[in-house]
């Protein structure tokens, strides 16, 4: 064992080196592999035309999410309905042909298990803490919630894994992300990521593995550990985590794909020794203050284009950095804001519950605390709730969330990636406002010329109800 | 991969910052089942303001591209790789990248060279009127005006760039190592052997 203390990342990392070049690039050992339709029909095509197997199918999980829609996927016989647009129909048939030829677990559309598949991978309890995650998503990064090394690839690096199982890296720099104290009232984990971007900005984590360290993070559920990992990419980082500890093993103890026995009773017992050590140094560290974490919302183009609920609109001239001048007066005239509005003053006329970042089930329990007894305003024309997977759905219906939404005047849809990202049909019109859980406000991200403000599911859901970006606090008191 | 020694030409002399992947190609483009044809979508909510470098004929079939801060941050999408290469691009210019769009670029024959910005300044100033090479060999980016700017490079995405090395083929080749590494591994974490077998 090696004496230097060492972080979590560097431990994880030690025990998935298969070896190191004399250029010093590792080949890494990938544990688990996620699959989804959209950046995978390439690889599995590469792997055709070379004539090249897949060497480890038992540690790779497929599952289509991007280009479902969200509406009813069977008709009232049972029957499989057909996917209008054409392109997304062959994108979602080859994903599912793919997996048959190259002998891939496939969780189909119609499958009770069906979801995201950063909800599906920990919901399976297939990413597990310490192993080297990988899928081609940026958004990957979630799994460094249950304390994996969890990074998003490219498409020829997908052919890689599935035709290797490893990767050729070389390692990124460590940055600690410190939170002192405690998140007040009404803020949430989707609050305090918004934050950190904001501080950090979305370069501010580039060529570093984050870990977010802190008491806040300790008492902090599974689900909403997901939800900061999810977006440490949009800091610029390519993995984000956070020690495993036993609300982890809590989560995934009894999960269809966790280990069992004396299995996991080992595994605990690694699991256990991987927390950064005492006396680790970290490449760079950034230090939050926990309770000067507002709800957060964006007001830019830019996940770093953060601002406390209570603010105003920026004026461009408050930024030091003329580049930043620039690109504030740029987002703001997409965004159609005025600077010195009031945030809580900017109407909105759809509202999006769900995505990787806050579809599971303590996000949509968020929403309906908020909404219950409470009817959507008239002025938002358009709302829904997107399940991150069928067993979030199903556990949200048995504890009658579901009447919640729809007695407040939203939908209530069927899991997959939705109004994240514009690949299917939920989109948000050009020149409207959507309040969305989601996690990046990129020009044209939800459609062409939709306007995107981040918000955590509690806010999206007051937003709903008064019809403009709102202080959560005022409504739950 | 077709080996990459020089890139020569014209630069579209972009320069904005914190250009993000969905910027580079839509989502909307990402339908495909195949890496062809993508360089139609590329950039294409830029391409909707008139005056914009990419429709520029001066910068037709440009073979370089010059960026600002953290080009390609956001999605991991390898498609904004491929409608680059689709548009003709070989090389980017910017003071800095996104680490999963720097590796996408480089698997897909794309050079991504960082410079500072006072250098990439510069090339914008150029790039204007006059063409522009990066030599990958020597490291260097010149102008015909005794510009010449050193850039750092991997040393092995450098030699598989110039000799078109096929990575997955290198990696093959190590196949002992792997099945050493799966041997040691089922012994310290036989935990992790289940994938996704459902548990007995």
């Not at chain 1, 050729?168 to 984990?189: C, H, I, N």
């Not at chain 1, 990129?442 to 599911?457: D, N, Y």
């Amino acid at each position: 064992m090696a004496s230097r203390p060492r972080t979590l990342y560097e431990k994880i990392w030690d025990a998935h080196v298969v070896e190191t070049r004399d250029d010093g690039t590792a080949l890494l050992y990938i544990d688990r592999h996620l699959v989804h339709e959209v950046t995978s029909p390439q690889a599995f095509e590469g792997l055709r035309a070379a004539g090249r197997p897949v060497r480890r199918p038992d540690l790779t999980l497929a599952v289509p999410d991007h280009n479902l829609p969200t509406t009813a996927r069977l008709d009232t016989e049972g029957n499989r309905l057909p996917i209008a647009d054409a392109e997304s129909a062959a994108q979602l048939a080859a994903l599912e042909r793919n997996t048959a030829e190259f002998g891939i677990a496939y969780i189909g559309a119609t499958d009770a298990a069906q979801g995201i598949v950063h909800v599906v991978g920990p919901e399976q309890g297939f990413s597990l803490p310490g192993t080297t995650i990988v899928c081609g998503d940026s958004h990957t990064a979630s799994h460094g919630g249950v304390g994996a090394l969890a990074f998003g690839i490219g498409t020829s690096e997908v052919e890689h894994v599935l035709a290797t199982q490893t990767l050729l890296l070389r390692k990124s720099k460590s940055m600690e992300v410190r939170v002192e104290g405690q998140l007040g009232p009404g803020v949430t984990p989707k609050d305090l990521i918004l934050h950190i971007i904001g501080v950090i900005g979305t370069a501010g984590g580039t060529g570093h593995v984050i870990e977010y360290r802190g008491a806040v993070f300790e008492d902090m559920s599974v689900e909403g550990r997901l939800t900061v990992c999810n977006m440490s990419i949009e800091g610029g980082a390519r993995a984000g985590l956070i020690a495993p500890d036993e609300t982890v093993f809590a989560y995934l103890k009894d999960r269809p794909l966790a280990p069992e026995g004396e299995a996991w009773d080992r595994a605990t017992q690694w699991w256990r020794s991987l927390a950064t050590d005492a006396g680790a140094v970290f490449d760079k560290s950034v230090t939050i203050d926990a309770a000067a974490v507002q709800p957060t919302v964006t007001w830019g183009t830019s996940p770093e284009d953060v601002a406390p609920i209570g603010d105003k609109v920026p004026l461009p001239d408050s930024f030091a950095d003329p580049s930043k001048q620039e690109a504030a007066r740029k987002s703001l005239a997409y965004m159609g804001l005025e600077p010195g509005q009031k945030l809580s003053e900017v109407a909105i006329e759809n509202v999006f519950i769900g995505s990787c970042t806050n579809s599971r089930i303590e996000d949509l329990r968020a929403a309906a605390d908020v909404l219950r007894g409470r009817h959507k305003a008239a002025g938002v024309k358009w709302a829904i709730v997107v399940p991150g997977s069928g067993l979030v759905k199903a556990q949200a219906e048995a504890e009658g969330l579901d009447k919640v939404f729809i007695d407040a005047g939203l939908e209530w849809r069927e899991p997959g990636c939705s109004a994240c990202l514009a690949m299917n049909p939920d989109k948000v019109p050009a020149g409207e406002r959507c309040a969305s859980t989601s996690n990046r406000n990129f020009v044209g991200r939800q459609g062409p010329g939709a306007r995107t403000h981040l918000v955590s599911p509690a806010m999206a859901a007051a937003a709903a109800v008064t019809g403009k970006l709102t202080d959560v606090r005022e409504l739950i008191g | 991969m077709v080996p990459l020694r020089e890139v020569e030409g014209r630069a579209i002399p972009f320069g904005a910052k914190n250009v993000d992947t969905d910027v580079i190609i839509p989502a909307h483009w990402l339908k495909t089942v195949t890496r062809e044809g993508l360089g139609r979508g590329a950039f294409e909510t830029v391409r909707a303001e008139p005056g914009n470098v990419f429709d520029d004929p001066e910068f037709a079939s440009a073979p370089i591209l010059i960026a600002g801060d953290n080009f390609g941050c956001g999605s991991s999408r390898e498609h904004a790789a491929w409608a680059l290469g689709d548009m003709g691009v070989k090389a980017v210019i910017a003071p800095s990248f996104s680490d999963i769009f720097a590796g996408n670029a480089f698997k897909n024959g794309i050079l991504a060279v960082v410079l500072p910005q006072e250098q990439v300044d510069r090339l914008l100033e150029v790039a204007r009127t006059d063409p522009i090479s990066v030599d990958l060999e020597h490291q260097v980016v010149t102008t015909p005006f005794q510009d010449r700017f050193a850039f750092e490079l991997d040393p092995f995405r450098k030699a598989c760039l110039m000799d078109g090395l096929d990575e997955i083929g290198l990696t093959l080749a190590r196949d002992t190592a792997i099945n050493e590494y799966e041997r040691r591994q089922a012994r310290d974490m036989p935990w992790l052997a289940h994938g996704t077998e459902k548990a007995a």
